[in-house]
């Protein structure tokens, strides 16, 4: 649904909404699911204020809908998107002042399985729940008693690693069979088989505690995705590298000037001001009496990000990829202008601007060879593409609800993505290729290979469609690989003859961008990113940062994949 149309059954909610904000807010204290006790992808009914867990994983909120028809209206409590059953879409309110986007705010500040009280007790974990023993009397047998236990009943696949974890750390207790032999009098005990054998938690797929170690940037809005791009970036250390020898040389322009001053052309620009975030970042170190709700404040960069693209004022959510391009592509071009004004003063005249290299180009280009090949006369016509990305397609796969919510199952590969885009295309009929040595369209083939690899390489996974009227998005879990992704596959024949190291076609991946939430207007964006020094990941969710697994990344619906060439890694490590 585009954002500017108003949805007919969010007026009513956002009326009730006023007669009793604080009672909902104490109800988003309790994060799991009224249902199933899922303490993730959980939704709030606008109606009746119940928690329950989206159609992604156990569907209760659905079941909701369906059962009560009126409640139509549900607010995700981890990202505060809105979303309409009758309208089968996301919705955006116009009014930025009302009570409900207040909550929206609310939802954004506190959100996360861990939810501080307003005074200054210690945040508490939701405890896994008890084993309850039944309450018929024991069995004697000698001189001690062997009490019968009840094996907990699990309806709900969502419940699987709550008990488990919860039997792991109890010694296996034997059953009393209910039946007893006559003839001899005694008591036949017996151990469960499966029901005890539960799947255990995997615990490396657990988030760690929140961490003092890295620093996060604080949300004024709706700009998670500002902030998981910028994340990412911060860890990608030859772009860190590149960008100090920026500022080095900018420095040592300033001193020939004698002037102590910044070089006033940039001080407008996303370029010094991203410089300073990022720096902020890096050599950021805990400060005596940090609180984890400090974070440091983007707004300088914000501020000339809105004035040069002003549709990213405002608290509407926008595309973390869209965002990522503006990014760099604005960088590039103020370091290519910058660059040729200080060619100009020295009296040098750059004969084409636009291949002039910065710290973008130098470490996000690479190059495409397009070749179509004409099945009538067969010559082939080539052609050099630069790309700073690459976007991939994926299956638009139905997740299965009746299987383990707690267990990610990968059902693609992201080679298989690759595959994809670099297979042999067909062009006939309404796409045919004019051919200028037969002068006349032919059916052809049409294919490319990497003709340059570039040192950090973006994969962009197309998970947004359009449908109609809104933006869909497509759940298709991925497999990507964590180190010696192998790009020599899809290289041309000439360039693999250059490239014989393996460590000059094998990347590894730093960061990762990830979109949580239904639409692209919606939901909310985070990033995972590798401290190379340490071997540690680190998830950045806005202000939060928290350790994290290896596994857990690995097991992310990635949006965006950060990859470091593994010959520049070593080389900047």
């Given at each position: 649904?585009?954002?500017?149309?108003?949805?007919?059954?969010?007026?009513?909610?956002?009326?009730?909404?006023?007669?009793?904000?604080?009672?909902i807010?104490?109800?988003?204290?309790?994060?799991?699911?009224n249902?199933?006790?899922?303490?993730?992808?959980?939704?709030?009914?606008?109606?009746?204020r119940?928690?329950?867990?989206?159609?992604n994983?156990?569907?209760?909120?659905?079941?909701?809908?369906?059962f009560?028809e009126?409640h139509c209206?549900?607010i995700n409590?981890?990202?505060?998107?809105?979303?309409?059953?009758?309208?089968n879409?996301?919705?955006?309110?116009?009014?930025?002042?009302?009570?409900l986007?207040?909550?929206?705010?609310?939802?954004?500040?506190?959100?996360?399985?861990i939810?501080?009280?307003?005074?200054?007790?210690?945040?508490?974990?939701?405890?896994?729940p008890?084993?309850?023993?039944?309450?018929?009397?024991?069995?004697?047998?000698g001189?001690?008693?062997?009490?019968?236990?009840?094996?907990?009943?699990?309806?709900?696949?969502?419940?699987?690693?709550?008990?488990?974890?919860?039997?792991?750390e109890?010694?296996?207790?034997?059953?009393?069979?209910?039946?007893v032999?006559?003839?001899?009098?005694?008591?036949?005990?017996?151990?469960?088989?499966?029901a005890?054998?539960?799947?255990?938690?995997?615990?490396?797929?657990?988030?760690?505690p929140?961490?003092?170690k890295?620093?996060?940037?604080?949300?004024?809005?709706?700009?998670?995705?500002?902030n998981?791009?910028?994340?990412?970036?911060?860890?990608?250390k030859?772009?860190?590298?590149?960008m100090?020898?920026?500022?080095?040389?900018?420095?040592?322009?300033?001193?020939?000037?004698?002037?102590?001053?910044?070089d006033?052309?940039?001080?407008?620009?996303?370029?010094?001001?991203?410089?300073?975030?990022?720096m902020?970042?890096?050599e950021w170190?805990?400060?005596?009496?940090?609180?984890?709700?400090?974070?440091?404040?983007?707004?300088?960069?914000?501020?000339?990000?809105?004035?040069i693209?002003?549709?990213y004022?405002?608290?509407?959510?926008?595309?973390?990829?869209?965002?990522?391009?503006?990014?760099l592509?604005?960088?590039?071009?103020?370091?290519?202008?910058?660059?040729?004004?200080?060619?100009l003063?020295?009296?040098?005249i750059?004969?084409?601007?636009?291949?002039i290299?910065?710290?973008?180009?130098?470490?996000?280009?690479?190059?495409?060879?397009?070749?179509?090949?004409?099945?009538?006369?067969?010559?082939?016509?080539?052609?050099?593409?630069?790309?700073?990305?690459?976007?991939?397609?994926?299956?638009?796969?139905?997740?299965d609800?009746?299987?383990?919510?707690s267990?990610?199952q990968?059902?693609?590969?992201?080679a298989?993505s690759?595959?994809?885009?670099?297979?042999?295309?067909?062009?006939?009929?309404?796409n045919?290729?004019?051919?200028e040595?037969?002068?006349s369209?032919q059916?052809?083939?049409k294919?490319f290979?990497?003709?340059?690899?570039?040192n950090?390489?973006?994969?962009?996974?197309?998970?947004?469609?359009?449908d109609?009227?809104?933006?869909?998005?497509?759940?298709?879990?991925?497999?990507f690989?964590?180190?010696?992704?192998?790009m020599?596959?899809?290289l041309?024949?000439?360039?693999?003859?250059?490239?014989?190291?393996?460590?000059?076609?094998?990347?590894?991946?730093?960061?990762?961008?990830?979109h949580?939430?239904?639409?692209?207007?919606?939901?909310?964006?985070?990033?995972y990113?590798?401290?190379?020094?340490?071997?540690?990941?680190?998830e950045?969710?806005?202000?939060?940062?928290h350790?994290?697994?290896?596994?857990?990344?690995?097991?992310?619906?990635?949006?965006?994949?950060?990859?470091?060439?593994?010959?520049?890694?070593?080389?900047?490590?």
């Amino acid at each position: 649904m585009d954002e500017d149309m108003d949805c007919p059954h969010i007026v009513d909610a956002a009326e009730k909404l006023k007669l009793d904000v604080e009672q909902i807010r104490a109800t988003l204290n309790n994060r799991s699911c009224n249902v199933c006790l899922r303490v993730d992808q959980l939704w709030m009914c606008m109606e009746c204020r119940q928690i329950l867990c989206g159609h992604n994983a156990a569907g209760h909120s659905t079941a909701h809908y369906e059962f009560h028809e009126t409640h139509c209206i549900f607010i995700n409590i981890e990202s505060a998107a809105i979303f309409c059953y009758k309208c089968n879409s996301d919705i955006e309110p116009k009014n930025h002042d009302d009570e409900l986007n207040r909550l929206r705010q609310f939802i954004l500040y506190n959100r996360g399985p861990i939810v501080a009280n307003n005074s200054n007790k210690k945040r508490r974990r939701r405890k896994a729940p008890k084993i309850t023993k039944s309450k018929k009397k024991s069995v004697k047998q000698g001189p001690k008693a062997i009490k019968k236990v009840n094996v907990p009943n699990i309806e709900n696949d969502c419940l699987m690693n709550t008990v488990s974890q919860a039997l792991s750390e109890q010694e296996p207790q034997a059953v009393v069979s209910e039946t007893v032999d006559n003839s001899n009098n005694t008591v036949q005990a017996v151990v469960p088989k499966t029901a005890l054998k539960a799947k255990p938690k995997k615990l490396l797929l657990k988030r760690g505690p929140r961490t003092n170690k890295k620093v996060g940037i604080s949300n004024s809005g709706n700009n998670c995705f500002m902030n998981a791009v910028w994340q990412s970036l911060r860890h990608l250390k030859p772009f860190i590298f590149c960008m100090k020898l920026f500022k080095l040389a900018e420095i040592k322009i300033s001193n020939q000037n004698n002037n102590n001053n910044s070089d006033p052309r940039l001080e407008h620009c996303i370029s010094q001001e991203m410089w300073k975030l990022l720096m902020s970042l890096v050599e950021w170190q805990k400060p005596e009496g940090y609180k984890f709700r400090e974070a440091i404040s983007p707004t300088a960069l914000l501020s000339i990000v809105c004035k040069i693209k002003p549709r990213y004022k405002g608290f509407h959510q926008h595309d973390a990829h869209e965002f990522l391009m503006f990014l760099l592509d604005t960088l590039h071009d103020e370091l290519t202008d910058e660059k040729n004004k200080l060619l100009l003063e020295e009296g040098i005249i750059h004969q084409n601007p636009s291949k002039i290299d910065t710290l973008v180009s130098l470490m996000f280009r690479g190059y495409l060879l397009n070749e179509v090949l004409c099945l009538n006369c067969k010559k082939p016509s080539r052609k050099s593409d630069a790309f700073s990305d690459i976007s991939l397609d994926i299956p638009d796969r139905k997740i299965d609800k009746n299987a383990d919510p707690s267990v990610v199952q990968p059902v693609d590969l992201l080679a298989k993505s690759l595959e994809h885009y670099f297979e042999i295309e067909e062009l006939n009929d309404n796409n045919s290729y004019f051919c200028e040595k037969c002068k006349s369209l032919q059916n052809s083939t049409k294919r490319f290979w990497v003709h340059a690899l570039p040192n950090v390489l973006c994969l962009h996974l197309k998970r947004f469609r359009w449908d109609k009227s809104h933006r869909s998005k497509v759940h298709t879990y991925i497999k990507f690989p964590m180190t010696s992704l192998d790009m020599s596959l899809y290289l041309a024949e000439e360039t693999k003859s250059v490239l014989v190291k393996p460590c000059s076609y094998l990347y590894d991946l730093v960061a990762v961008v990830v979109h949580d939430g239904e639409g692209g207007g919606s939901g909310h964006y985070k990033s995972y990113a590798l401290d190379v020094k340490e071997g540690q990941w680190y998830e950045y969710n806005d202000e939060k940062v928290h350790e994290v697994g290896a596994s857990l990344v690995e097991n992310v619906q990635a949006y965006i994949l950060f990859y470091i060439k593994r010959e520049m890694g070593v080389n900047f490590s």
